[in-house]
Structures are given as C-alpha cells and as structure tokens.
C-alpha cells in the first residue's frame, strides 16, 4: 500500500518555466491538499479538493493552479515559475469520516526556482 | 477564516523530563477537528495525536497528550517522559468539520514549534 506519492521528488526550474507536480493516493480518499512548506512559516496551504471534479483556494493559491480530474490525483501546475516558489511542497489526503480522520502525506518535493 | 497560532518557535526540554507546546486557534464553527503532528529531520508528518471539539474529554496517546480549552481556543500538547527521538518541528493544525460551510474539509496549520531534546 503506497499511501500518498509525491512526484518528483526534487526539481530545479528557471524562471519562467512551467512544470506539474503530481500527487497520487491508493486510499480512496476524498480529500486533497497542496501545501508549501517555508522557514518560519509553517505549512501554508495553497489548494485543496473535497471531491473529483472540484477545487478550493487556500491561504496562497496565486501563481499555482490545480486539477482533480480523478479521484486519486491531484495535480499542482506552475505556470510561469518564480524564484518566491522555491519550497518543498506537500500534498496530503484524508477521508472525512465520523472522528475526523487525520491526513496522510506524501514525501514532499523541493522546488528550486533560479 | 479560521487561523492558528503557535508562539513558541523553538522549545528545548531534558530527556526525561515534561514539556508542554501551545497552540491556539480562532474560529467561530461548532464542529471541529484539532491535530498535532511531528516532522522529524526526514521531512515525514506523522500524526501525533487528534482531538474532536465536540468531545469534552482530553486526547490521550501513551506519552502525548493535550489540554483542549474549547472557550479558550487553546490546544496544548503534553509530552511526558521526553526521548532523544521526540525532537522534531510539531505542528498544530485544525480542520473544519461543518458539513457544507465554505470552509469544510479545509486543514489549516500553525507556524510550528521545533523541539530539541537535550540528553
């Protein structure tokens, strides 16, 4: 059972290009979420997704877009990268059921944008 | 929107010895859920402890436990008998739990408390 998977798991960009970070869970969760994760800052999240087919805006969503055409994906895209994106960024899932089910996540991936 | 705070940036404790991280939250929701996670030098979230705050008895998980204070807004985690391998950044995170507000399903986390555990 591979849980959440994160891939890559490290990439350098230059300024301005683009790349799509994918997140895959095998737990049939309904929830997903993209955060990143700077010093200091904590995990901010960035996306999220309560279902297939929908996507939510969290504390920084701007320059990040995202898809959840399947239930166990979620994919995060940068469009034009910027060096303020460099992070390690998480994806997480959970299943909301009655207790309040923690998230599971992936490994992460560092991001450097130069 | 609902926020969390942590003021302790970094907390150091005696092998052995107690030590409790302070977590805070502001919200205006009745259905929720409150977590502590530790992320270890390897980068992993590993899920410490949770609470629901419709339950009025403190969380408790061997060694970790917590001090919810749901008029206060405050969610503590106790760490008895601290190890060598307790050291890690520790994070407080709260999830909506109100089905069908904007905000359902959504895992917000504090800034985060580094723990060094001295021998």
């Known amino acids: 059972n591979a849980g959440v998977t994160q891939t890559p798991k490290f990439r350098v960009l230059k300024t301005g290009q683009s790349m799509t970070l994918l997140c895959a869970q095998d737990?049939?969760?309904?929830?997903m979420y993209w955060y990143r994760q700077d010093p200091g800052m904590g995990l901010r999240l960035i996306h999220y997704?309560?279902?297939?087919?929908?996507?939510a805006k969290g504390e920084v969503p701007d320059g990040y877009n995202v898809s959840r055409l399947k239930k166990q994906n979620f994919l995060l895209g940068l469009e034009s990268a910027a060096p303020s994106q460099t992070s390690v960024y998480f994806c997480a899932s959970s299943y909301p059921r009655a207790g309040g089910t923690e998230a599971f996540f992936g490994q992460g991936t560092r991001l450097t944008v130069v | 929107a609902q926020t969390v705070t942590q003021s302790q940036p970094e907390m150091s404790v005696q092998e052995a010895e107690t030590v409790t991280l302070s977590c805070t939250y502001d919200?205006?929701?009745?259905?929720?859920?409150l977590f502590w996670y530790k992320q270890p030098p390897s980068r992993q979230m590993i899920l410490v402890i949770r609470q629901e705050a419709y339950k009025q008895q403190n969380a408790t998980e061997n060694r970790f436990s917590v001090n919810f204070q749901k008029a206060a807004k405050s969610f503590s985690l106790k760490i008895s008998d601290s190890q060598l391998g307790d050291a890690a950044m520790y994070f407080c995170a709260y999830r909506s739990g109100n089905a069908g507000g904007t905000s359902y399903g959504k895992l917000t986390f504090g800034q985060g408390t580094i723990l060094t555990v001295h021998p």
């Open positions: 997704s309560v279902g297939e087919g929908t996507t």
């Open positions: 919200t205006s929701e009745s259905d929720y859920y």
């Open positions: 737990m049939n969760h309904e929830y």
